[in-house]
């Protein structure tokens, strides 16, 4: 028997190989694989894959996702399966009732999905690959030996004679506990040793794996204590053990059963205190439901009637369930202060209660205002639902999601979120309406497949995924810290999820920007918002060319863009556009070539002129007629004007500086007038961002060189305001106007 050599990492296969394999073999589906390698070699390649993993001898993690699959509605419970055994399994063909009961035979490598060898109880051997688990190498979740089902197993391929079986779905997995009845006898053992050991030492093992991290391991040192417990009477141990499980489940995202070990806890305290033991703390289902109810209020004063650890569990339960309160206070200067790239998680309560989700024309659901809102006012605030914290120095970090079935790839903070997306919604049912929502049918549509409205299905993994692409957004740790970047740095962002502002459509033309600090995402209003109005933000600036500005919609979101600056711009004659591009084009080279040379009188008068001849191309040209862009940005202009704004700037000529940073404001659709020592905005078609920031910078220092004190006092209120609605946060203004 020839045993390959693995020289480099064969369990680590990179996506476009696999898209070719697959594209261009034999369609086999049906069939059984004609040659399957031996579990000699299946171990001993296995054995090479361990080292190499261990000598860090791997490329980035590849998280591949294949064609999409509904995961199996078979419940063990009942008897309603069909057993099989490797013999019976097919290339691509899942059975939904089929089941396979395995025992791993090695140790799990774990990196971009979980890999081992596995046996069925007539001792034939495959390779199973598991995606998708919350996996770690330290806390192996397919140890060596477990014995496990796998839902509608079938063989996928990985090469021209090389198949595995893979699993996809988190709960197509079900590891089986010792003394489980679907254990083939020959594979049973006794569990043994929990009532050699008491409950102290049980709980003092968890402790101890928890300080290791291993804490699936601790789960289950604790769940062994605790079943110790469970006839005797011992309220103290009983109630330090839940409060312990409660942790760690907290720590693996697993709320809905933190939530129910740290009921259980506070009503055991109850029922031991003489003076709380007939009150309604003794009945776990109304901590419960305080704990879910997502308000900050507490009128059965539980937390002041129980120990503090169990408060301050109480508290961080009820903060990571979510809890809303009715107005947009926030101590924003406190919270900038303590978030940064290791603190992400902020424990505020979110504010979501102004604002409601609605059909839409003709972009599906969107965000409506329930009240009006003055320009700079905070319109909803809300913390994450996921938002992965990892170091972006940290190579080891590194992941790609390959998505099979279109051929397309999110980068490293995709797959993180998506990772995560999962865990959070296998180990929590209760959140899981929330986040599905975010799809109206249309995954199950797109993939033929019928689904009662109510029916409870699996977390599909490939419907996270419909979801996530659609609806997560980049977040900087604080949106302030991008505008105090260098030039040309290009920040590592995360990308988080929000579930109720997620529901916001995209316009060009926003009345709405959305800002991070740690977790949480903040919607401030960038101009007066009546009650009952659509609540929109950009998802990415405007790019000048309409057809460039659609195709990246139409590319990254799946739409077209119909607010009045593309609806406008999209009747625009193939010329015209040409020509816009052509000069912004060429006044952007003379900008560069100047950028050598170095900035004249003469050269700025010349980029001027370039600057007109473009306003010219935005300019009606027949007598009379209206200005079609009278109240609107007129994009390729906002650079050139930047540049002229400050080449006068750096020459000293304030009056032409001023004249410029007025017309930057108003290639954005902003108009203001100073009448009477009086600065207003008189236009602003929602286009707030850190150049219109800038404009008034350089108009409050020309009105400080006038010695207009009055003026300048106004633009610089106003600037503030527009920098507080830009990046959520005024901590560092005065350094941004220095600047
Ligand atoms: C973050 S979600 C917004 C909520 C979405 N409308 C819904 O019903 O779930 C993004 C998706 O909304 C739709 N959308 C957002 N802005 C739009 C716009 N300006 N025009 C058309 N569709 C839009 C697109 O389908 C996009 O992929």
């Known amino acids: 028997m020839m045993i390959p050599k693995a020289t480099e990492n064969t369990y680590e296969v990179a996506a476009d190989q696999l898209v070719k394999i697959i594209k261009n073999g034999p369609n086999k589906a049906g069939q059984t694989p004609d040659r399957l390698p031996s579990r000699e070699t299946l171990v001993k390649t296995h054995e090479q894959n361990l080292k190499l993993l261990a000598e860090g001898n791997v490329p980035i993690r590849n ?27 097919r290339i691509d063909e899942r059975k939904p009732k089929a089941i396979g009961i395995f025992r791993a035979v090695t140790a799990p490598y774990v990196y971009s999905s979980t890999t081992t060898v596995i046996e069925d109880e007539e001792g034939h051997v495959a390779k199973l690959t598991v995606g998708n688990l919350e996996d770690s190498p330290v806390d192996p979740i397919v140890t060596e030996n477990a014995t496990f089902v796998v839902k509608q197993p079938c063989w996928s391929r990985l090469g021209e004679s090389n198949y595995h079986i893979r699993v996809d779905h988190p709960s197509d997995l079900v590891l089986l506990e010792p003394g489980n009845r679907l254990i083939p006898k020959t594979w049973r053992q006794k569990e043994g040793g929990i009532a050699t050991k008491d409950a102290a030492q049980w709980k003092k093992e968890g402790d101890m794996m928890f300080l290791k991290k291993k804490f699936r391991k601790a ?76 308000s900050t209020e507490d009128p059965l004063e539980i937390a002041s009637k129980v120990p503090r650890a169990l408060k301050e569990l109480a508290t961080r339960v009820k903060f990571d369930l979510g809890i809303e309160q009715s107005s947009p206070v926030y101590d924003i200067p406190l919270i900038s202060s303590y978030v940064g ?40 605030a809300e913390k994450a639902f996921v938002l992965p914290g990892y170091f972006m120095q940290d190579k080891g970090s590194d992941c790609l999601l390959y998505s099979l079935h279109d051929e397309t790839a999110a980068p490293r903070p995709g797959a993180w979120l998506f990772k995560e997306l999962v865990q959070k919604l296998r180990w929590n ?48 740790t604080r949106s302030a810290d991008l505008l105090n970047q260098p030039p ?109 040379k170095g900035t004249t009188v003469t050269s700025i008068k010349k980029i001027a002129r370039g600057v007109r001849e473009l306003e010219a191309l935005y300019t009606p040209t027949g007598e009379g007629e209206p200005d079609p862009y009278a109240k609107f ?104 106007m220095k600047l």
Not at 63 to 87: C, H, M
Not at 508 to 523: E, K, S, V, Y
Not at 642 to 664: H, I, P, Q, S
Not at 669 to 675: A, F, L, R, T
Request: aromatic share 10%.
């Open 63 to 89: 998280i591949i996702l294949p064609r999409p699959y509904p995961p199996s509605r078979v419940n063990l419970e009942d008897s309603a399966f069909e057993k099989v055994l490797l013999k019976h399994v």
């Open 219 to 294: 789960l289950k040192l604790y769940n062994k204590g605790l079943r110790v417990l469970s006839d005797a009477s011992d309220p103290t141990a009983e109630i330090d053990l839940y409060r312990k499980r409660c942790g760690v489940n907290i720590v693996l995202l697993r709320l809905d059963d933190a939530a129910n070990d740290l009921s259980k806890a506070i009503s055991i305290h109850a029922k031991s205190s003489p003076d709380l033991s007939s009150s309604q703390l003794a009945d776990q289902s109304t901590i419960h439901s305080w704990l879910n109810n997502r």
């Open 341 to 380: 790239p290791l603190s992400l998680h902020v424990d505020v309560a979110n504010y979501t209660c102004d604002t409601e989700v609605r059909d839409t024309a003709s972009q599906g659901r969107g965000l409506y205002a329930k009240k009006s809102f003055r320009a700079n006012d905070i319109i909803s």
């Open 429 to 476: 049912p209760s959140l899981r309406k929330e986040f599905f929502s975010l799809d109206d049918g249309g995954y199950w549509k797109e993939c033929g497949w019928e689904i009662a409205e109510d029916e409870d299905v699996p977390v599909d993994v490939f419907r996270v995924e419909f979801i996530r692409r659609y609806n997560s957004f980049s977040a900087p």
């Open 488 to 596: 040309n740095a290009n920040p590592e962002l995360r990308n988080g999820f929000w579930t109720h502002s997620s529901y916001s459509n995209h316009s060009c033309l926003p009345n709405a920007i959305r800002t991070f600090m740690g977790d949480i995402r903040f919607m401030r209003a960038t101009r007066d918002i009546e009650a009952g109005e659509e609540i929109t933000t950009q998802y990415v600036s405007p790019d000048i060319d309409i057809d460039a500005r659609q195709e990246k919609f139409r590319n990254t979101w799946g739409f077209e863009c119909t607010c009045e600056l593309c609806t406008l711009e999209g009747k625009l004659g193939k010329d015209t556009k040409e020509a816009r591009l052509r000069h912004f084009e060429e006044l952007k080279s003379m900008v560069m070539k100047l950028g050598e």
């Open 633 to 736: 940005p007129r994009l390729a202009l906002v650079h050139p004007t930047l540049f002229l704004t400050e080449a006068w700037r750096g020459v000293k000529n304030y009056d032409r500086m001023m004249d410029c940073a007025y017309k930057l404001l108003r290639n954005f659709g902003i108009i203001v007038s100073v009448e009477d020592d009086k600065f207003s905005v008189v236009n602003n078609v929602g286009m707030i961002n850190v150049e219109t920031v800038r404009a008034l910078k350089y108009l409050s220092e020309g009105f400080a060189v006038k010695e207009e004190t009055a003026l300048r006092d106004q633009v610089l209120d106003t600037a503030r305001s527009w920098y507080l609605t830009i990046t959520g946060a005024e901590n560092d203004f005065e350094e941004f």
